[in-house]
């Protein structure tokens, strides 16, 4: 059976030394290899002229560059938000979204080909489980944001739509991915390897060289993923998404709340903040007369009044597959001041970008998909 060529992305600077070197080529064309793929971010290998053409020749027989063409893309109407579908070599698709904020650049990645955890609001969770993407996958995502940013900006851009470029010290500073979140589609703590593995290379100080403080982990409620990362002491952030704080109305939205129920996911919590003393930013989709009410927040305050935590309050991106409406503004400010005032937890209401584009997880998947 022939040998898949390898995806040059799915590759530390390490291991894309040892590469060159047991193909017998000299290991200082490493650094201009990765350089062609992490800063000129070349989108073909006949964007790498100055590599020796022995080289060259060998990568085309031996390995492919893992750039995803897209299939559609959508862009919010104030220019903030864009949203790629991109299809992979199977002709799956998966998305990613690029969000502007004032002073920062986040992109969202996805993590697997649709989810196992079937969370009953989200989009994803209704498309099912297909597979995971290999870090490749994960890492070509973040690349092609980053290539995005770099892209001239299009003439007929909304003129409210951030800058292409800001001023420090009267030099002009191009955008750049500064902020990943791997809140896409798929459970990241189930596809665990290729999800730290991609962390890995898209860390590396020498390449798109993000921050371990700049990224951040979603998970469901994987209860073993979450001791994992505690042992590790892996340096991301960790988000868990909370939406309920007792077991009966969460495994209600959340079916993995069967496997790992609450005391267990909380406890693992306590272990990862007590081993890695970091906070958890813990998400709380809001949600029109099912969780938003000020019992609810007092619920969740004394759930995590004694733990190191963050409040992500997040308004429901509605889908066709949930009847649930996104909890009114003024509702979300009592929820907040709750826990604000009577247990001195800091919250955030999450500003809601993209819902003109259905920016929501797995949403732009599942419409396309269906116009197929």
């Avoid at 390898?6 to 650094?31: G, I, M, P």
């Avoid at 590599?51 to 220019?79: I, M, N, Q, Y």
């Avoid at 030099?171 to 809140?183: Q, T």
């Avoid at 003109?356 to 116009?371: K, P, R, T, W």
Wanted: hydrophobic share 45%; with cysteine; aromatic share 6%.
């Amino acid at each position: 059976m022939p040998v898949a060529p390898l995806n040059l992305y799915d590759l530390t600077r390490e291991q894309l030394r040892v590469q060159l070197v047991r193909w017998d080529f000299n290991s200082v064309h490493t650094a201009r290899l990765w350089n062609y793929l992490y800063i000129k971010l070349a989108a073909s290998l006949d964007a790498m002229p100055e590599l020796p053409p022995k080289l060259r020749a060998r990568l085309a027989t031996d390995t492919h560059l893992g750039v995803f063409p897209t299939a559609l893309e959508t862009a919010s109407s104030d220019g903030f938000t864009h949203k790629y579908l991109l299809a992979l070599a199977d002709a799956e698709r998966i998305e990613t979204v690029l969000m502007r904020y004032t002073g920062r650049v986040t992109a969202c990645i996805s993590s697997q080909v649709g989810c196992a955890m079937g969370c009953v609001f989200c989009a994803t969770g209704q498309m099912g489980y297909t597979r995971h993407l290999t870090a490749g996958e994960i890492v070509a995502q973040a690349v092609h944001v980053a290539r995005a940013l770099r892209a001239p900006a299009p003439s007929s851009a909304p003129s409210r739509a951030p800058k292409k470029c800001h001023v420090i010290r009267d030099k002009p500073v191009a955008e750049r991915l500064r902020n990943l979140v791997l809140m896409g589609m798929g459970e990241p703590l189930h596809n665990y390897d290729a999800v730290m593995h991609a962390v890995d290379i898209l860390r590396d100080p020498n390449g798109l060289a993000l921050g371990a403080e700049r990224i951040t982990v979603s998970t469901v409620g994987v209860v073993p993923g979450i001791l994992r990362l505690a042992a590790e002491k892996r340096p991301v952030h960790l988000a868990v998404s909370l939406h309920a704080a007792n077991q009966t109305e969460r495994a209600a939205l959340v079916p993995a709340a069967k496997k790992w129920p609450l005391d267990e996911l909380m406890s693992a919590c306590r272990t990862y903040s007590e081993t890695t003393g970091r906070r958890i930013f813990y998400e709380w989709t809001l949600i029109e007369g099912k969780n938003d009410s000020p019992a609810h927040a007092r619920t969740v305050g004394e759930l995590l009044g004694n733990l190191p935590a963050q409040v992500n309050l997040i308004p429901l991106n509605p889908t066709n597959g949930y009847a649930g409406a996104p909890t009114a503004t003024e509702a979300a400010r009592v929820f907040q001041h709750i826990l604000s005032s009577e247990f001195k937890i800091r919250s955030t209401v999450r500003q809601r970008r993209g819902i003109d584009i259905a920016a929501g997880c797995g949403q732009l998947a599942v419409a396309e998909a269906a116009s197929r």
